[in-house]
């Protein structure tokens, strides 16, 4: 996992995620993310960041492709991740957390898996040599990424020459294939090493394959493949090569012992369905031949044996298949055409004439003796199909596989005098169903010992064929005896309920693959009921006829990583709302190297300028000088034990008491020196002040109010309410609510200590209610500056054309008595918030219409900032535009002193009884200002009116 953090995006990670980065290790580590990831930056990482940092929504992805500079090479890989947003103390996206992981070895795995399956269901229902190179080229080149492109090569019989069968991947305008390649002539010229690859047996890697191929179908990226691997294509019971497979090589890949031996594979499947074709025809052929053979040999003798022996004998020569004759009790060899003496690896000299176990003594044994005994006893054939035999012959000891005939030899009186024997060798035809077989059970190897869950399923009714140890133990948990030929709605009937059977069936239908990610899934299993998430494939299976015979499965449990995503994610909601909750600011102090880095909340809380750089030393100045002692003695403690608390004062500039609470923990090294404070700081003054004062009022106010009648008991009990929401807001309205408190303390002691008749205390009464009202409208002005703070409104297009319009509505009626005259500019379409631009441009025009003693003149006016202008002006971000919006009135103006005070919360120039109001608004006009990223300013004389200027981003 990393984070992402600031402005610059500065990366930090954990050791887990060492490995993704490569070569980049160490060096990136605290570099900004851009430069980390550079080659990716622009189009994969910076949308997903966009969207994290610009609608604090978190991003999900699986399986997402990159192509990373962690080697010597543009390197694909594939990763799981999540973005989530890591919120500041202002509510702002402040960081990016990231969850990965590494998912290339499985994603690989199952391509070149699919890629093999596919290969193995239809290859082998080719009917000739040329539709296996067509059908295998056409499957390799619908995975690109492994094989780029491929070219096929069959050899002719004689092994002279080399035909082109098929390519994939390449452009119709580029010919990097000869047709026809000569295997007997000097290879040297040859740039693809054909005749080198034949004649030694051994697979090529040639190099500079981009000066042979400019241009390729499909590709990951505009990098031309540069490698290719020629791959002999050999018998598998010999080492005939009889094909030639040539592929590129993945750019953005290493060519390691996993990818040579997949390319291996492919060779290997297209030699083993080449081999079966070939055995194929050889055995119908030869069987056609036997049964004619057999059909006229057995006419013949029946109708003339003694007139057709010079016949017989001239037909047995010249059959392409073994015949011979063995005559009497000890089977002497009367005839044997060439084609027997080549099987059984003899001469005539040493077979003619001589009983069967002198001239192969090798037999003895193996049951021949007892077979040609029976057919003289029964007078009955024998047929023998791949019957095995050991013989000497060609100077080495061989099994031979034969399918043959043992036909009883009769006279004229049906009396069997010897055995004809037909047999024709079928030795390379049972090795090469061997080698098909040893295929399948590679294959099947290949599922058991997935490290993946896998199993197979064959006919409609999903019978479990096959399931490997990873399936059985992870989902199934079920030893394979129980499972092994069952249906697998029989052995896990909840799956009725579920998707799985219809996706199944679907996938037999159509003899399509299914993927899903993710997918939620419920097991029952011998410990109970299981939830799981899991990534799945359901890949068809063919049969020699291309109809889907049965379906692989192949299962990834991704719960763990999907449980601790959402965990991660409560606890990302969790942790954002308490830090808006605390309302905190933090700070990271490297005590070694005296770096300080702070959060804008820690600014805001300290009363130091904002949007500037400030050193640790102007925060431990803010303390109040009192209080320094406590800040000392906590570091001295914390620096002992690691843990920092404390509560102190600050001096603020306003003269007000504000308090706060300090909490940290130290960082020591290896010799326990402390080199490192981790701290956040919290605003407390609501909870000391408000405590120490209006609690003491309330409490006064609740004892007096319980001695008096039922009324003023309400009434006091109201008071004591309205003071309870007070004490909320109390750091920053205590000045201006003395004022009313002290009005409702003295005529609530006028009632207590002073006799008064009905009108009398109705008076005062009225007069504590009237006060309380006063409070009232100042809570209801301060409530409305704190939801200011923390605004959570959409910006959206603002006509500020409109925005005028109603607020001249508004005052209509105050327009027209006091006959004011407002003059305007076009003013713009701004992205803003249109309630709060009303409530500003309410609170100027009411003050401009309040504070006038003569008919009142307005002028709204508005100009785009000059880029140099917004440079000149410090407070203004210098590379964004801004618009200048000003009010100009002829009212009664101010001292310009007091240009940055009039914009302080409940600070009035003018006396209320003359000018009323709670002196919020112009507070509340900064502060709708600052939640746009703008500035305000004021200026003015006494009695020449005044004039406010506002800079808002366009």
């Not at 040297?188 to 500079?208: A, C, D, S």
């Not at 006419?299 to 392409?320: C, F, G, S, W, Y």
């Not at 998430?533 to 990834?556: C, K």
């Not at 249109?834 to 219409?849: D, E, K, R, V």
Request: contains cysteine.
């Amino acid at each position: 996992m990393f984070i992402w953090w600031g402005p610059e995006l500065i990366n930090l990670h954990n050791d887990a995620y060492i490995p993704l980065m490569g070569r980049k290790h160490p060096a990136f580590l605290g570099k900004p993310a851009n430069e980390l990831w550079s080659e990716i930056w622009e189009e994969s990482l910076l949308p997903m960041k966009n969207l994290v940092f610009e609608q604090q929504e978190s991003i999900y992805g699986q399986d997402l492709m990159l192509l990373l500079e962690r080697k010597e090479f543009p390197e694909e890989g594939y990763f799981n991740f999540s973005y989530s947003p890591i919120i500041d103390e202002n509510g702002e996206v402040g960081g990016l957390f990231c969850a990965c992981h590494e998912e290339t070895n499985k994603v690989l795995q199952q391509r070149r898996l699919q890629t093999l399956n596919a290969l193995t269901s239809r290859v082998l229902s080719a009917k000739t040599k040329v539709d296996v190179g067509r059908i295998a080229i056409d499957i390799l080149g619908q995975n690109y990424k492994d094989i780029p492109f491929a070219a096929f090569y069959l050899i002719d019989p004689d092994g002279q020459e080399a035909q082109l069968i098929h390519c994939s991947g390449i452009v119709p305008e580029e010919n990097p294939f000869e047709k026809t390649v000569s295997l007997a002539d000097d290879a040297t010229g040859n740039f693809w090493q054909l005749k080198t690859v034949v004649e030694t047996g051994q697979p090529v890697r040639i190099q500079g394959v981009s000066n042979k191929i400019s241009k390729i179908v499909q590709s990951l990226t505009d990098r031309l493949p540069d490698s290719a691997f020629i791959v002999p294509v050999q018998k598998t019971s010999s080492e005939q090569r009889i094909g030639i497979l040539l592929v590129g090589l993945n750019p953005h890949r290493n060519f390691d012992t996993e990818y040579q031996h997949f390319v291996e594979q492919i060779g290997s499947q297209i030699a083993t369905a080449i081999d079966t074709i070939e055995r194929h025809e050889n055995e119908f052929k030869q069987a056609k031949q036997l049964a004619e053979i057999d059909r006229q040999a057995q006419l013949t003798i029946a109708q003339n044996r003694l007139k057709a022996e010079d016949h017989i004998r001239n037909v047995i020569n010249q059959a392409p298949v073994g015949i011979a004759v063995l005559q009497g009790t000890h089977f002497v060899f009367e005839a044997a055409n060439d084609a027997y003496l080549n099987l059984i690896g003899k001469s005539a000299e040493q077979t003619l004439g001589k009983a069967i176990l002198d001239a192969l003594p090798e037999i003895r044994n193996q049951g021949i003796l007892e077979l040609l005994n029976r057919v003289v006893e029964t007078g009955e054939p024998f047929f023998g199909n791949e019957f095995a035999v050991a013989l000497n012959r060609f100077g080495k000891t061989d099994i031979v596989y034969v399918n043959f005939v043992y036909q009883p030899l009769r006279e004229a009186d049906q009396s069997v005098s010897g055995i004809i024997v037909v047999a024709n060798e079928v030795t390379e035809l049972v090795k090469s169903k061997h080698a098909t077989q040893e295929s399948e059970r590679q294959f099947r190897n290949l599922v058991i010992q997935s490290p993946i869950a896998m199993a197979i399923f064959r006919g409609t009714d999903l019978i479990i064929e096959i399931a490997n140890e990873t399936m059985l133990k992870t989902l199934w948990k079920r030893p394979f005896s129980e499972v092994q030929g069952k249906k697998l709605l029989e052995i896990f009937p909840e799956l009725h309920d579920q998707p799985f059977p219809d996706l199944l069936t679907k996938v037999f239908k159509t003899g399509e693959s299914y993927t899903e990610k993710e997918a939620l899934a419920y097991v029952n299993t011998p410990e109970g009921m299981g939830k799981y998430y899991l990534d799945f494939e359901y890949a068809p299976l063919f049969g020699t006829d291309q109809t889907v015979s049965g379906i692989m499965v192949t299962v990834n449990d991704v719960t763990e990583k999907v449980e601790a995503r959402i965990t991660i994610y409560e606890a990302e909601q969790r942790s954002r709302l308490a830090v808006e909750a605390a309302e905190m600011g933090t700070y990271d102090w490297d005590i070694e190297h005296g770096l300080f880095k702070y959060s804008d909340r820690l600014v805001e809380i300290f009363g130091l300028a904002p949007n500037q750089p400030h050193q640790h030393s102007e925060f431990s100045g803010a303390i109040h000088p009192d209080d320094l002692p406590i800040r000392a003695k906590a570091h001295e403690e914390a620096f002992r034990t690691g843990r920092l608390h404390y509560e102190a004062r600050l001096a603020q500039p306003d003269h007000g008491v504000h308090w706060i609470r300090a909490i940290g923990k130290v960082i020591f090294d290896a010799q326990q020196k402390p080199v490192r404070l981790l701290g956040s700081a919290i605003d407390i003054t609501q909870q000391v002040v408000a405590r120490k004062n209006l609690e003491e009022i309330a409490e006064e106010l609740e004892k007096r109010v319980a001695e008096r009648t039922l009324e003023l008991r309400n009434t006091n009990a109201e008071l004591v309410r309205t003071n309870h929401e007070l004490e909320q807001f109390a750091y920053i309205a205590s000045h201006d609510l003395q004022e009313p408190l002290r009005k409702i303390q003295t005529f609530t002691e006028l009632l207590t200590d002073t006799a008064h008749d009905e009108e009398s205390s109705k008076h005062l009464l009225s007069k504590i209610s009237s006060s309380a009202q006063r409070m009232s409208a100042l809570i209801k002005d301060v409530l409305e500056y704190s939801r200011l703070s923390r605004t959570d409104e959409l910006f959206i297009k603002t006509d500020l054309n409109l925005i005028l319009a109603n607020v001249k509505t508004d005052f209509e009626l105050l327009i027209e008595q006091k006959k004011a005259v407002i003059i305007q500019d076009e003013l713009p379409i701004l992205n803003a918030i249109p309630q709060q631009l009303n409530q500003l441009f309410s609170n100027l025009i009411g003050n401009s219409l309040k504070f006038s003693e003569k008919n009142p003149e307005i002028r709204v006016s508005s100009t785009l900032l000059l880029p140099e202008e917004v440079r000149a002006m410090p407070n203004l971000q210098p590379d964004r535009a801004y618009v200048k919006l000003n009010f100009k009135d002829n009212g009664i103006g101010f001292d310009q002193q007091y240009a940055e005070q009039i914009f302080t919360i409940f600070h009035r120039l003018n006396g209320r009884k003359s000018y009323s109001g709670t002196g919020i608004g112009l507070a509340l006009c900064k502060k709708i200002v600052e939640n746009h990223q703008g500035l305000i300013t004021a200026e003015s004389e006494l009695n020449k009116g005044a004039s406010f200027t506002i800079y808002l981003p366009v």
